[in-house]
């Protein structure tokens, strides 16, 4: 696993929580055989204790005894056959973790990951080289965290033409709309989100639609098979939405959600109008989504888009589907 | 096929739009060899035409030349590997559905069905039945139609530990209330169902809760491994919701829905009061149903209840697992 911060210590917790049912399941543990964080790891070809490493974590600050400088590395030096790749999000260059999930793949090895900037910036190499060396390379938790979107498109509606999907993205936007429906204006509901700790002190990533613009890219290379990045998406944030808006849009029985919207011509951020009772008028910290498809119709999904044990339960799904795929085999 | 009223024609239709995609997933088609109407059926081993069934059963109204008895006596008479069992519901007896699926299952044949009536009564059994025959059991359509929550639960959240389902399992319930949200007298919306089409003609079955109950017995006995039916559902209809009662909701800014409830310890249909904005406020005639499970929290799903190409999407999802499986072994 590279990354130890929140998502990471939530991975390990749930694999600490579901020991019995893996090893019930597939008749072994699924052994953690070196953890890094940003400075330092730890490994052990028998399996680390998952508890440990996060008590160690908490208590010390580092993961590990030993320093490192580079990921690669890390890895080249333990044997393994699956990176959970859960490290600091850079969208501008894909970061560690871009580098990381590189070298597992031409390595032959499967890959789950969260992390939005390689999957923003190099979808398609990485999928081609996934597919090359014939492994695994699955990404649930980077949409929506523990809604399963990309899982439901990929394999329940596989028989489904999907026209375009519309979502929620952020819930950190969702909460300040859903604020300003009960009265607040944008800078109240947006110090509230911040006290919360839903939002950032510096809230630009979220409020201007970057971050929902990263899921939509996600969304629109392994649903639609499109080939697009980051700079690809018209993106329009919430600023500049006016309590007047909001309330012009309560007269009307509609409220105002940030949308995502992507279909095989559309890659598109920006406030819209939602009629009150829609799927996809909800409230709160709740991301959505909406799918259409040419026999179903509509299908909509609402989870919690962030979370310890949410974002951690979506690799733990990419995992039992990982498993039960070299079960088979 | 056994049966061939608006879903079984919707699934004909939908086999000859996924043609291709079939031809190209498996090497090979998916022959209809056999389909059967109430009192007549076609067959031919080298495969009907399912466009061409449904050309004849609109204009004879039959689906084939021969006329039949006894459903059994047919299915013995060709060489069959799954049985799509399609036939109206009957959930007092379980009527002919429950003696065609039993005696698929006692042939070794996979079944995928819609049918609510044999799912309600004997659930417990023919999972057994198609367990100790290796057989693959499917029953996606049979809640919510095209909105995919048993998969959902048995294969995306098969990592989670399940604590409850909450739902909106009848779309003419919902549209009744959400007609009444707008300000309708339940008797002006019942009527207004029943000129859309949505409600029939006698409504008992949708506004007394019973359909709903269905529903809910499916779910406790597949998704909780209970052993329910449905004299076992605590039920209370909409049919006595008043006006005054919407308003009060509304006025403290909830709706009511009629809700099935359950967990390993619940089993109840009732309206119930829900805030706006949450997943479950949802508005017309769709159908949803809330998650809530240890690791990812709630999540919630919604889609079309009901509908020819829509209950034939979620009978084309389960063929696909099926065909899926079968390819992999």
Redesign the interface.
Known sequence: MAGFGTVGQGFAE?LA??KD?IKERYGEDARLVCVMDSSTYAADPDGLDPLELVARKKSTGKVGDVRYQDSVEVMKSVEFDLLVEVSPTDVKTGGAGLKSITFALESKKDVITVNKGPLALKFGELVSLARKNRCKFRFEGSVGG???II??CH??????KIASIRGIFNGTCNYIL?KM?NGQTFEQALKEAQQMGYAETDPTNDIEGYDSACKAVILANSVFGRDVTFSDVEITGISSITSEAIALAAANNM?IRLIGEVSPTKLEVSPRLI?????L????T?N?AQIV?D??????????GA?R??T???I??D??AIMDDRK??
Chains 1, 2 share one sequence.
Do not use: C, Q, W, Y
């Open positions: 749930v929580l579901r049912f523990a809604m399963p899982n439901l394999e329940n509606l596989v028989g489904e859903s429906d409220v009629p009150k009772g829609h799927p008028s909800i409230a709160g709740l959505a498809s026999l179903a119709g509509p299908i909509s999904i609402s989870g919690r979370g044990k949410e951690a339960s979506a733990l799904s995992l039992i088979r085999t």
